[in-house]
């Protein structure tokens, strides 16, 4: 059975220290309240995929160390096929997190290109990096999307970050690097010229998409929330998956933002993201519509 999805990027572990009273300084000890070792990177998106009922495929390195076993556990318990060449090591992220202020540290080795292990799936969509998978009249729907170091790397280049893709998803922080502009509106205009339709997310404050001229605003609704990790990838997984089921631009951004936000009821994705019948049940309190003939 072909693949819906192929989520492309660094397969990696997340260690999750939360409830802080102050982030640590050099020489001191600080005590977490909460802890959790969970999937990171790309390994959230093919998570949130999969939980939204697309047949997912993680195309990264595969690692055979102690947490590259820990990670092909979690994934197939999750329903997400790990395909890729072998990798040296396991890529590692620790967040912290005090009252208002968070801190990541991350290793890794560099990003591998991975385009012909996509190009064997066949999948109807490409989410994450998709450099070096060239656009062709039959290939899938590819969605790009980067951290705060590829951000970095293409400041004032965003030609590079985009490659093949025909949808950009960055925060408002990547946006700002990428473009050189600290409006998040203006920089999604900006970054639509040159893809078709361009996101930045916002945070507690919803998204905005332009494409084709037209600027679309959608907001999150308010709810506490845990998660340190993970909530770009989970929107990212949803408007493709709303996306995919044909949905309007205005309505795929409102249900992405909803799963996203819904989804920090926890501190990982792995434990936090909801369901497709969870999703309907959500969209239908909170007014979002769903894509024409979804069912639970």
Excluded at 77 to 85: E, H, R, T
Excluded at 143 to 170: F, K, M, N, S
Aim: hydrophobic share 50%; charged share 15%.
């Amino acid at each position: 059975m072909p693949h819906d999805v192929a989520c492309v990027g660094p397969a990696g572990v997340d260690v999750i220290l939360d409830g802080l009273e102050a982030l640590p300084a050099n020489g001191e000890l600080a005590h977490a309240s909460r802890s959790e070792v969970a999937p990171g990177g790309a390994c959230n998106v093919a998570i949130a995929c999969s939980r939204l009922g697309l047949r997912s495929a993680l195309v990264a390195p595969v690692c055979q160390d102690d947490l590259g076993s820990l990670l092909t556990a979690r994934l197939a318990g999750a329903g997400v096929d790990w395909i890729g060449p072998p990798g040296l090591r396991t890529p590692v992220s620790v967040a912290l997190a005090s009252t208002g202020e968070r801190a990541f540290i991350q290793s890794g080795d560099p990003r591998p290109l991975l385009a012909t292990d996509v190009g064997l799936l066949a999948p109807r969509a490409v989410i994450g990096d998709v450099e070096g998978i060239v656009a062709r009249a039959d290939a899938p729907r590819m969605y790009a999307t980067c951290d705060t170091v590829q951000a970095h790397q293409c400041a004032g280049r965003p030609e590079q970050l985009i490659g093949a893709a025909g949808t950009l998803i960055v925060n408002s922080g990547e946006a700002a690097l990428v473009t050189g502009q600290s409006d998040p509106e203006e920089a999604a205009v900006l970054l639509a010229r040159l893809v078709a339709t361009a996101i930045v997310t916002l945070g507690a404050e919803g998204a905005i998409a332009a494409s084709g001229g037209i600027v679309a605003h959608a907001e999150a609704p308010r709810q506490a929330g845990r998660a340190l990790v993970g909530a770009g990838d989970v929107f990212a997984a949803a408007y493709v998956w709303a996306d995919l089921a044909g949905s309007p631009l205005a309505e795929r951004l409102a249900l992405a933002c909803l799963y996203a936000t819904l989804s920090l009821r926890a501190p990982s994705v792995l434990k936090g993201a909801l369901s497709l019948r969870e999703l309907v049940r959500a969209a239908e309190t909170h007014g979002v519509p769903m894509p024409p003939g979804t069912t639970d």
